[in-house]
């Protein structure tokens, strides 16, 4: 991809599975370019984020890719739907967009994460469900269930040779910032198997994808 530059000096590989909320756990994983786990580490506030960011030394060496979360506080059940009105969202005083309660993705991180950008880091976005779809999770097992959780791990402990993983299940914070590490080491290494692409743009970082 032309989007990541110098990608002979990248030596190590970074994905964080964010949450929308701070009391959703997220987490880092660090690959080198052997797809070896250097770092698998729980993250929770975006102080926990910053503050692992800031002190990896190598970042300049990197690339990161930081999942999009998902808006906890989407308009999103039923019942929701049912106690208002039915009027054309933000064009109606009663439907007003009261607390992004209709936006998709939260914004969490975005201005830091902007901040690394301009600074001269090559900090991209990913979609967790684009990666699961590639390894076939997308709709065979209920999402972040333990059947669904078990098949990604064996998926990338057989079929991708990551054998340091343990055999019982890691958190799936931790997995999903995996899947974000892969794809980077994918984008930059380039992939006889996928085809890396910019798949959009989100708070002006590019997501990339398969």
Request: hydrophobic share 40%.
């Amino acid at each position: 991809m032309n989007i990541i530059k110098g990608k002979d000096l990248k030596t190590s590989f970074i994905g964080i599975s964010l949450g929308g909320l701070s009391t959703i756990e997220s987490a880092a994983a660090v690959l080198d370019r052997n797809l070896k786990i250097i770092t698998l580490d729980k993250l929770f506030s975006m102080s926990d984020v910053k503050y692992f960011l800031d002190n990896y030394a190598g970042k300049r060496n990197s690339v990161i890719l930081v999942s999009v979360p998902e808006n906890e506080i989407m308009l999103s059940s039923k019942w929701k739907y049912n106690s208002r009105t039915y009027d054309i969202v933000n064009l109606d005083n009663k439907m007003m967009n009261t607390d992004g309660w209709t936006n998709r993705f939260s914004t969490r991180g975005c201005e830091y994460f902007k901040e690394l950008s301009n600074r001269g880091i090559d900090i991209f976005r990913f979609d967790i469900e684009n990666m699961k779809k590639i390894f076939g999770n997308c709709c065979a097992y209920k999402e972040r269930t333990p059947a669904d959780c078990k098949a990604l791990q064996d998926t990338l402990r057989i079929k991708y040779n990551m054998y340091e993983l343990p055999v019982n299940m890691l958190p799936v914070a931790q997995l999903e910032a995996i899947l974000g590490a892969f794809l980077a080491h994918m984008c930059s290494e380039g992939s006889d198997e996928f085809e890396c692409k910019q798949v959009g743009t989100y708070e002006e970082l590019p997501i990339l994808g398969i």
